[in-house]
Structure formats: C-alpha cells, structure tokens
C-alpha cells in the first residue's frame, strides 16, 4: 500500500501496519538522490 501524505501514512500505519506493507513516497515517485525523494515503511 502506498501513501503520498504523512496524514494518510500514519493512518494506515496504525489502522494496517500490522497486516500489510504500507510505504510513504514522494508524489513524484523521484529516485534515491533526488531532492524531493521520500521512502518510509512501517
């Protein structure tokens, strides 16, 4: 699962953290080095 926003990655974090694999990206989906890069999982 994936989440473009903090709000929407800790929600599902703590609603589905447990059961599935929920990662925090950059809108862009940009590569590592990248400025704007972001990737978080809980």
Do not use: Q, W
């Not at 589905?16 to 989906?29: F, N, T, Y």
Request: aromatic content about 8%.
């Amino acid at each position: 699962m994936i989440e473009y926003t903090e709000n929407g990655f800790a929600k599902a974090c703590r609603s589905h953290g447990s059961r599935l694999s929920i990662v925090l990206r950059d809108l862009g989906v940009t590569a590592p080095g990248s400025r704007s890069y972001v990737r978080r999982a809980c």
